[in-house]
Structures are given as C-alpha cells and as structure tokens.
C-alpha cells in the first residue's frame, strides 16, 4: 500500500517570505500523480499543484512551486511570497495511475504571520 | 459555479438515527467517492464510484452505505451514527486525469 508523510505538523512563515513543507511517499509504482491541496479554515479542499511522475520538469503555478524528486519519493511544496491567505492545512496527496483511490498524508498546518 | 454540491452542510442526528448526506456534481465526471474527515486529520476514503462500480475501502465499517443512483449524484448513508460517526464529510469527483474536485462538505453532529 502506498503510503504519504508529512513530517511538519505545523509550520509558520513571515508574510511575504518564502516557505517549504515536506512530503515523502512510499511506493513500488511507476506511473502516478502527486498533488498538494489547500483546506481553509472553510473545510473547502482546493488543489493548489498536481505532478505527474513521468514528467521530470517540476509543476509551477503562480507562486507555488514542487521540488519532485522520483528517486528519494519526495514531493515538497515551495510557496513563494506568502500571503495571509495562504495560511491553512496543506495535504499532500498521492494517485496510483492504474487505481481511483488517492492517499493522503496527514496535513502540515501554516500560518502565515503579518 | 458550484461543481460539487453537498448538502446539507450540517446536519445534527441523534445517536443511532439512519442518516444520509447527499453528493451531486455537474461535471459529468465517472468517478465519485466519499471521504471522511475528523477534526485536524487528513481525509480517510471510505469508498467510491466508478460508474455504477462501487468500490468499498476494506476498513469502512459496514454502518457507512452509499448509493449512485446517476452519474450525478451520491449519498452516503449512515445506518446507525454513532458518537465517533461525528465528522466531516467529504465528497468530491474526479476527471479522466486524476484531478479530483471537492465539494464544501458536510459537517455532521451524533447527540
């Protein structure tokens, strides 16, 4: 089974900084997407990236950026002058390609400090 | 435009009183699962569709039921809610590429 870490439980960054929350994930699969999601303090899941393993080039959107390293299994997220509203639960998250069902890690907490 | 719709958004049941919290999605996607999620930890799957395919999560206990009746919509039934039932809910959809798409959830309350 796979399996999604997330070693932070909580991190914290000034506004306007930069900040990197880890995750490493255990599998014997080849092909599978990794994702990271955002949960407000609304509940809302919001996908913030998504990397396919078979692409070597790391995804970026907008200040958010991966550090996709297939051959250690990690999978960190880089935010890029953070703002207030950045502060949440970040999820990390990964999909087997041959399966439907996607495995979470257990969420690093951020707050964003003013 | 609300592409993954959950109500109610809360909803309060009394201990051993058979509820169901409803899923519905206008993004035609085949894919459709339900997730439960406890105060400050990540969302564990319990199940989900694929088409009419139901796909069971070996450790889901056998009070959580679901139903698809169509592409669009899901329900997931609780036959009898206990105490530690109490959480959030979580449905979301997912396209041919993976993405899955949330909706807001269904905070629940067992009294």
């Known amino acids: 089974a796979q399996t999604v870490t997330q070693s932070q439980p909580e991190m914290s960054v000034q506004e306007a900084e930069t900040v990197t929350l880890s995750c490493t994930y255990d599998t014997s699969e080849s092909d599978y997407y990794l994702f990271w999601y955002k949960q407000p303090p609304s509940r809302q899941m919001i996908l913030v990236i998504r990397q396919e393993a078979y692409k070597q080039q790391n995804a970026t959107e907008n200040r958010f950026s991966v550090n996709f390293q297939k051959a250690a299994k990690s999978f960190s997220l880089k935010i890029s002058d953070s703002q207030l509203g950045d502060a949440a639960m970040y999820f990390c998250a990964y999909r087997s390609a041959r399966r439907n069902d996607m495995r979470f890690g257990a969420g690093t907490r951020l707050t964003v400090k003013p | 435009d609300a592409m993954v719709i959950q109500n109610p958004r809360y909803q309060v049941t009394q201990f051993g009183k058979p509820v169901t919290l409803s899923c519905s999605q206008t993004?035609?996607?085949?894919?459709m699962y339900w997730y439960q999620q406890k105060s400050s930890q990540a969302p564990k799957l319990l199940f989900h569709?694929?088409?009419?395919?139901?796909?069971n999560e070996a450790d889901t206990p056998d009070n959580f039921q679901s139903r698809r009746p169509n592409t669009s919509f899901c329900f997931l039934d609780i036959r009898s809610p206990g105490l530690g039932d109490a959480a959030m809910y979580l449905c979301?959809?997912?396209?041919?590429?993976?993405?899955?798409?949330f909706g807001p959830g269904t905070r629940l309350t067992v009294t």
């Open positions: 993004l035609n996607h085949n894919v």
């Open positions: 979301a959809t997912s396209s041919a590429t993976g993405l899955r798409y």
């Open positions: 569709y694929y088409d009419k395919d139901f796909n």
